[in-house]
């Protein structure tokens, strides 16, 4: 049945209002930034504070000139390093997606079919990592991976191996790095999205004849499909800027972008190259996150 | 499938859950180990609350706790007020100007990488001091800002999601008793999504309290929060005072969804059943 | 033609009230003139004129989405007509907000308040009104014990059963005494028996009262039991508004006939066109149908006779003296307890449904392919000719 919103009827004369003030912040604060950065790409390195120069210059005949610097980006794109690092960062994020679905998946479809009181319990312990800090939580891995560390510890100890294995500041330790930290957000997404299905769908299916694993393939798997899409790119796009879990536990020779950008800005004080850094990384993710948003907008339009 | 639980999905869940854990619990463990090497278990010292107590009594890190409660508490209040609003008019408004681009505004931030986030964030202080003097310089104020701008698209999430279960009816029938449309607002809709809006400001809190990336972009000196303090230290390696400050927190974080967990459960029971 | 009666009255020694709906010269409490409402291309309702008495249980009946809910919404000042004006008590109150009506509805999931008591619930409208607390606990408290709620008082909804629920909705949508209350499927969610006892109850309380009721409801016994009148809506339209003797004795049209109760349909020409009477040839049939009244209808144009089930009478040996009889075969039988429905198949493929009571314990029971006789009486066909 049809009916008009009552919001939309009274709109609360404050209706303009309500959304104003959130705009507004978001305005001055979310989007205005972006926007300094892209000039910040276009200045050049300067020895002063802020360490950049200006891009608008008035000179005495009321003449405006803007000068753009391109060479941050013709640096970027030229420079080996930074080209390895952006595709080392996909390579990681995408292989850690995979990693998480394989492990998070199986788990987000036991939750989905528990009992009821199980299945709270369940998911409390996986939301409760989720709400302890990330940085303590890395930090176990280096106590869990590194040379005198637990698990080396235990298989000496079992004789399984006689040199310490070296796992801590290796790709193998940024992958369980990363899948460690954001299983949490896979589950989640997934989880609601497989609550919402219908089981006697597979009944059905197993009832005309279908095999479990082929019900699963043919019903479950495509009917989630925005679960997992969902859950992927939570974890994909802030997985390509990690920069937290190649510090602590990549090592030296961790390439990550996210990376890249803290050391230009922090170690290197080259603002505009981290700022062309960002630029980059930004435009590379949004498709991205376009595709997230509209993945998120077919899921609550299918749910009404 | 309806009874049969799949030896395949269940040890999967109990792989799962084991790789979740086992982390947790192993930072648990060592923290009662003497040795300083945390890692190699000292039998003959351990179990001990030497580095308990040798935590509580470090100034470093007290400090760098204040302020990321200071910081955390502002967050989590301010952000709780602007996500409200803004779950409120995406959930309810269907068709207004700008609907949107506040609507990739709002969410966003929840899948940007920090790093960009925080570097744009710094920009515009900086920006902003050149332009009118405020803000003096980078602290408290600036963190707390920024921190408000990512955690409020959270809260606007939990907010809209909590709204659209929400029965329309109930606001209909307030005003069919003559209240009108504010007054609904304030003594109908939000005592009965309060529950979602306070899970909104634990979120908001958490997300604050253990922020790396963005506090380290725009604080200031004299302004290190505690996971600043805490990634300098471990940058180096191991610390077995670290290892307590895990356990303390994961104490108190358990404590405290468990309540709240509770609480959310009975709130809903009650409200289904109406 | 006994002039049907006006909305009942419980008390006997209350003469019963003129059907005020005949009088020309009565002023009507609620007055929807043409009003229209569209979302878009869809109208929901169309061009719909009604007027509603004072004291009336006035009954909106109509499968989904015919637009009855969408008119007791614009009653109630949820919607807006897209055109078209809407009268209480001579007032125009077609863009007024529900916060500022004299009108308050009944809302069919109760929408009952969880957060607050059953007392808190009921006082809530009395609260905005700003009336003084004394006022208000005097009046929660008659209208709790109205509807026998007293000891409930302090109980929250998710405390109580649908049926009381039911009641607090009912109880908080009367305690200020409204021109107009709007009730929308306030049977529904109730199990038989209990509906059964609420629908006497409604009336009774509304007798007491002296509520102007408008009800929504796709349930044509709950609309018969509690209608002083019903308005048959079908797409967006009231296709007959009557008492619920009128509607069904005298459908104005198929759609209503068979809407309401069960019906057998005889499609057919006029044979024969008098004043007294007229004779229509049916196929269907494979005879003739005699009715004893005249009809307004076009020479040759197609007609329908509908006569109910249980005006059809059924025998095993030839009825006398009956203008209309035909023969068939029992193809169906339902025991229903109190009456049973037979399903009779004619020669020409036409099945006629036929009650009977079942007024003996040990009647020879008419049994399946049984050969038997159906005729129904002259007056008992009624023609529409749409």
Redesign the interface.
């Known amino acids: 049945m049809r009916r008009t919103p009552w919001s939309q009827r009274f709109g609360l004369s404050g209706r303009g209002l309500v959304v104003l003030l959130p705009y507004l912040w978001l305005m001055l604060f979310f989007v205005v930034p972006f926007v300094i950065v892209l000039k910040i790409s276009f200045a050049d390195i300067d020895l002063a504070i802020p360490p950049y120069t200006s891009l608008f210059q008035w000179d005495e005949k009321n003449v405006l000139s803007i000068k753009l610097n391109l060479n941050n980006y013709v640096f970027l794109f030229t420079n080996e390093l930074y080209f390895k690092a952006l595709i080392n960062s996909l390579k990681v994020a995408l292989v850690s997606t995979l990693l998480c679905l394989l492990i998070g998946y199986p788990m987000a479809y036991g939750i989905a079919r528990a009992k009821p009181a199980t299945r709270n319990l369940l998911l409390l312990l996986v939301i409760l990592p989720f709400w302890t800090s990330l940085l303590l939580r890395v930090y176990a891995w280096i106590g869990l991976l590194k040379a005198n560390g637990v698990i080396n510890n235990i298989l000496m100890a079992l004789g399984l191996i006689h040199e310490p294995l070296a796992m801590l500041y290796t790709p193998f330790a940024m992958y369980v790095g990363i899948v460690y930290s954001y299983l949490p957000f896979l589950i989640l997404p997934l989880y609601a999205n497989l609550e919402k299905m219908d089981w006697q769908l597979l009944e059905a299916a197993e009832d005309l004849g279908c095999r479990p694993w082929q019900a699963f393939y043919k019903i479950t798997l495509p009917l989630s499909r925005n679960g997992i899409l969902a859950g992927s790119m939570l974890v994909f796009i802030p997985a390509v800027g990690e920069f937290v879990i190649p510090a602590l536990l990549g090592g030296p020779n961790a390439l990550m972008i996210g990376r890249i950008l803290w050391d230009e800005f922090f170690s290197n004080r080259a603002w505009p190259v981290a700022s062309a850094v960002a630029i980059l990384l930004l435009l590379l993710l949004v498709p991205f996150m376009m595709w997230y948003q509209g993945i998120q907008a077919r899921e609550s339009a299918g749910a009404r | 499938?309806?009874q049969r639980?799949?030896v395949?999905?269940?040890s999967?869940?109990a792989?799962?859950?084991a790789?979740?854990?086992?982390?947790?619990l192993?930072?648990i463990v060592?923290s009662f180990n003497a040795s300083k090497?945390?890692?190699?278990?000292d039998a003959a010292n351990s179990p001990t609350l030497k580095w308990y107590r040798s935590l509580l009594s470090n100034e470093e890190i007290l400090d760098a706790a204040w302020i990321s409660l200071k910081v955390a508490v502002i967050n989590a209040s301010g952000s709780v007020i602007?996500?409200t609003?803004?779950g409120?008019?995406?959930s309810?408004?269907?068709?207004?100007r700008?609907?949107f681009?506040?609507?990739?505004?709002?969410?966003?931030?929840?899948?940007?990488?920090?790093?960009?986030t925080g570097?744009?964030?710094l920009?515009?202080f900086?920006?902003l001091e050149?332009l009118i003097g405020w803000p003096a310089g980078r602290g408290i104020t600036t963190m707390t800002?920024?921190h408000?701008?990512f955690s409020?698209a959270y809260v606007?999430v939990v907010v809209q999601s909590r709204l659209?279960t929400f029965?329309?009816?109930?606001?209909?029938?307030?005003?069919?008793?003559?209240?009108?449309?504010?007054?609904v607002?304030f003594v109908?809709t939000l005592?009965?999504i309060f529950p979602a809006i306070l899970s909104g400001w634990l979120l908001a809190f958490?997300l604050s309290?253990?922020d790396?990336?963005i506090s380290?972009?725009t604080s200031g000196p004299g302004s290190s929060t505690l996971?600043m303090v805490?990634?300098s230290k471990?940058?180096l390696?191991?610390s077995p005072e670290?290892?307590v400050?895990?356990t303390l927190?994961?104490s108190v974080?358990?404590l405290i969804?468990?309540a709240v967990?509770f609480w959310m459960?009975r709130s809903n029971?009650?409200?289904r059943?109406? | 033609m006994a002039v049907p009666a006006g909305p009942a009255s419980s008390n006997p020694s209350q003469p019963v009230k003129a059907a005020p709906w005949r009088d020309p010269n009565a002023k009507p409490y609620v007055q929807i003139e043409r009003v229209t409402k569209s979302f878009g291309d869809f109208k929901a309702v169309d061009d719909i004129s009604l007027k509603i008495y004072k004291g009336e249980i006035f009954c909106l009946l109509g499968a989904s989405g015919c637009g009855k809910t969408t008119l007791l919404r614009m009653l109630g000042g949820f919607e807006t007509p897209s055109s078209g004006k809407i009268y209480i008590d001579g007032e125009d109150m077609t863009d007024v907000p529900p916060y500022e009506r004299p009108v308050n509805m009944m809302f069919q999931s109760y929408a009952l308040f969880p957060h607050m008591t059953v007392e808190q619930n009921v006082a809530f409208g009395l609260k905005q009104d700003r009336v003084p607390k004394a006022q208000i606990q005097e009046r929660v408290a008659t209208m709790l014990d109205l509807v026998k709620l007293t000891d409930f008082a302090k109980r929250k909804p998710h405390q109580l059963s649908g049926g009381q629920r039911q009641r607090v909705a009912l109880a908080r949508s009367l305690v200020k005494r409204p021109k107009l209350l709007l009730l929308d499927e306030p049977l529904g969610a109730l199990d038989k028996k209990l509906r059964e006892h609420t629908q006497f109850e409604l009336i009774s309380i509304q007798d007491k009262l002296g509520v102007t009721f408008v009800v929504v409801t796709h349930d044509q016994e709950e609309a018969m039991t509690l209608a002083s009148r019903i308005g048959v809506m079908n797409q967006g339209e009231i296709v007959q508004a009557g008492t619920p003797s009128e509607i069904y004795e005298f459908p104005s049209s198929k759609f209503v006939a068979d809407f309401v109760g069960s019906v057998n349909i005889f499609e057919g020409k006029l044979i024969e066109d008098e004043p007294e009477y007229v004779r229509i040839g049916s196929e269907e049939l494979g005879g003739t149908i005699y009715v004893s009244h005249g009809i307004s209808a076009a020479p040759e144009a197609t007609v329908w006779a509908a006569v109910r089930p249980e005006k059809v009478f059924m025998s095993t040996a030839p009825p006398e003296g009956s203008d209309n009889v035909v023969r068939g075969a029992v193809q169906d039988i339902a025991y229903l307890g109190d009456l049973s429905i037979y399903l009779v198949k004619l020669p020409t493929g036409k099945i006629v449904r036929v009650t009977q009571p079942n007024t003996s314990r040990h009647a020879e029971a008419i049994t399946w392919e049984q050969q038997v006789y159906l005729s129904w009486d002259a007056t008992s066909p009624v023609v529409v000719t749409r």
Do not use: H
């Not at chain 2, 790789?19 to 947790?24: G, H, K, R, S, T």
């Open positions: 499938m309806n639980r799949s395949f999905i269940i999967c869940v792989f799962g859950f790789f979740l854990y086992i982390p947790i192993s930072m060592f090497l945390v890692t190699v278990w602007l996500g609003l803004a409120f008019g995406l309810r408004f269907t068709n207004f700008g609907r681009v506040l609507n990739a505004m709002a969410t966003a931030p929840l899948v940007m990488p920090e790093v960009i570097l744009s964030l920009l515009l900086v920006a050149q800002l920024s408000m701008t409020m606007t659209a029965d329309t009816a109930l606001e209909e029938a307030a005003m069919d008793l003559g209240a009108k449309p504010l007054k607002f109908i005592p009965i958490t309290w253990d790396l990336v380290s972009f996971p805490v990634f471990v940058r390696g191991v670290i290892n400050l895990a927190t994961i974080v358990t969804i468990v967990s459960a029971r009650i409200e059943a109406t």
